[in-house]
């Protein structure tokens, strides 16, 4: 166990909706990063926060937002779901320390869109 | 752009066997390099990483990985496999932003 942890697991959204999925970064990691992971590909980098603010975006369109609160938990808000938003979303903690530390991932949340 | 790629989608052994999962990189400046894990409907497990130093780095379960500076690579070995190592493996590199590239993964099936 890493120590991240996402809720929920699991949730089917109508196409047009807006989704907040969640995550508890590990004790010490002031750093979470939020990719997605479409089926039979490798996760996508969406976004990353440190200390509450945003410190780099991947190529996500703006729908697509986040937060990160005092804790270092964190927010992964979509809005107006597309079907092509079905995919894996994992939440990654680490400690800003430098490049060279590992990033512990959550189990993922199953987002399916219909 | 830095970036990782995984030649084989899928690699198959019997189990005791040798397995070697490949992966090639491209980045400008130092590579900072990383191996995931991922069991069916779980999230990536950290294997090991390369920062700098000693070319062959031991990681977590028995794996370890071949840094190659000159062919660009990255493998990840592990000497005798199992079957509980059937799994998807993902091969990253983190650049100056701190975001992860991954490669396309490649699933490893151990057959007993």
């Known amino acids: 166990e890493t120590g991240v942890t996402q809720s929920p697991t699991h949730l089917i959204k109508t196409r047009g909706q807006q989704v907040t999925l969640r995550c508890s970064s590990q004790?010490?990691?002031?750093?979470v990063s939020w990719y997605q992971q479409a089926l039979g590909q490798g996760p996508q980098f969406i976004f990353q926060?440190?200390?509450?603010?945003?410190?780099g975006r991947g190529n996500f369109p703006p729908r697509f937002s986040g937060l990160q609160f005092p804790n270092y938990s964190s927010e992964l808000n979509v809005n107006a779901l597309e079907l092509d938003d079905s995919a894996l979303y994992l939440c990654?903690?680490?400690?800003?320390?430098?490049?060279?530390?590992?990033?512990?991932f959550g189990q993922g949340t199953r987002l399916t869109v219909v | 752009a830095q970036s990782v790629a995984q030649p084989e989608d899928q690699v198959n052994v019997a189990e005791g066997n040798p397995l070697t999962v490949k992966c090639t990189y491209s980045?400008?400046?130092?590579?900072?390099l990383f191996w995931y894990v991922q069991y069916p409907n779980r999230g990536l497990q950290f294997l090991l990483k390369?920062?700098?130093?000693?070319?062959l780095v031991k990681g977590s379960y028995g794996f370890e990985a071949e840094f190659n500076k000159s062919q660009t690579s990255f493998h990840l070995k592990k000497p005798s496999a199992l079957v509980s190592d059937s799994a998807l493996y993902f091969c990253?590199?983190?650049?100056?932003?701190?975001?992860?590239?991954f490669g396309a993964g490649t699933t490893v099936t151990v057959r007993a």
């Open positions: 990654a903690s680490s400690s800003y320390r430098g490049a060279n530390t590992e990033a512990f």
């Open positions: 004790s010490g990691h002031n750093t």
């Open positions: 926060y440190y200390r509450e603010e945003e410190n």
């Open positions: 980045v400008s400046g130092n590579p900072y």
């Open positions: 390369y920062i700098t130093g000693d070319n």
């Open positions: 990253a590199v983190r650049d100056h932003d701190y975001k992860l590239s």
